[in-house]
């Protein structure tokens, strides 16, 4: 009931497509759901967040759906591009304890 | 930079030996953590630090040992470690431990153990 499921593990994308990274969680409890992006040799960083109110959030080429119902959420991002390559978590958080995916690594060709 | 600040980069250490793992933050943050980030799994939350006392201990082996001196400052003392604890160990502050507050990480330590 604490995992959080992601998927893909690994993506390759053409430059200026759409990559979509999944997760889904069980425990409805959660009340955050941030996704984090790792650079190779750096910690993970803060990249875009939603609560389950939201359908939907959006920032530049970065969009959260959620789907609270299917307790799912994925991250889309638009326009892909070769420094977009990185690993992406997802988690679930409630207080100051967070749930992490088990990350997906992206590459965007050139 | 994120401004958490962690040393060394790079640790390679016998199951034998004792090493310290140090992280320092330049945010005025009240909350550290201690996670653990082996590849294929996820991040796992070891130890977590608000106002200098420990919130959490997440079954963690005693062969890891952390200290917070003060609210900038967390280390995690390794002794007798085995060869399965060889991973990247990231420190995060938020600003405490309250409702959906942002993670900042460091770099990591890169560990090895022989």
């Known amino acids: 009931q604490q995992q959080v499921k992601q998927s893909p593990q690994s993506l390759i994308v053409q430059k200026g497509g759409i990559s979509i990274i999944n997760c889904a969680y069980e425990?409805?409890?959660?009340?955050?759901f941030p996704w984090y992006q790792q650079f190779p040799g750096k910690g993970p960083a803060l990249l875009i967040a939603?609560?389950?109110?939201?359908s939907e959030k959006k920032e530049g080429r970065f969009t959260i759906s959620f789907n609270k119902s299917a307790k799912q959420f994925s991250l889309h991002i638009m326009d892909s591009q070769p420094g977009d390559s990185a690993t992406y978590f997802c988690a679930a958080q409630r207080t100051y304890k967070y749930i992490f995916g088990t990350g997906t690594r992206l590459k965007v060709l050139a | 930079e994120t401004g958490v600040t962690q040393t060394p980069r790079h640790l390679v250490m016998g199951m034998t030996n004792k090493k310290s793992l140090k992280c320092e933050q330049h945010?005025?943050?009240?909350?550290m953590y201690w996670y653990k980030q082996s590849a294929k799994k996820p991040l796992e939350l070891m130890f977590v630090?608000?106002?200098?006392?420990?919130?959490e201990n997440n079954s963690v082996p005693s062969r890891f040992s952390p200290e917070c001196p003060n609210s900038s400052h967390l280390f995690l003392h390794l002794h007798t470690l085995q060869p399965e604890d060889s991973a990247l160990y990231l420190c995060?502050?938020?600003?405490?431990?309250?409702?959906?507050?942002?993670?900042?990480f460091g770099s990591g330590t890169q560990l090895s153990v022989l």
């Open positions: 945010l005025g943050h009240n909350a």
């Open positions: 939603i609560r389950p109110d939201v």
């Open positions: 630090y608000n106002f200098k006392e420990q919130t």
């Open positions: 995060a502050s938020s600003q405490d431990n309250s409702n959906n507050e942002k993670l900042f």
């Open positions: 425990n409805t409890a959660f009340d955050y």
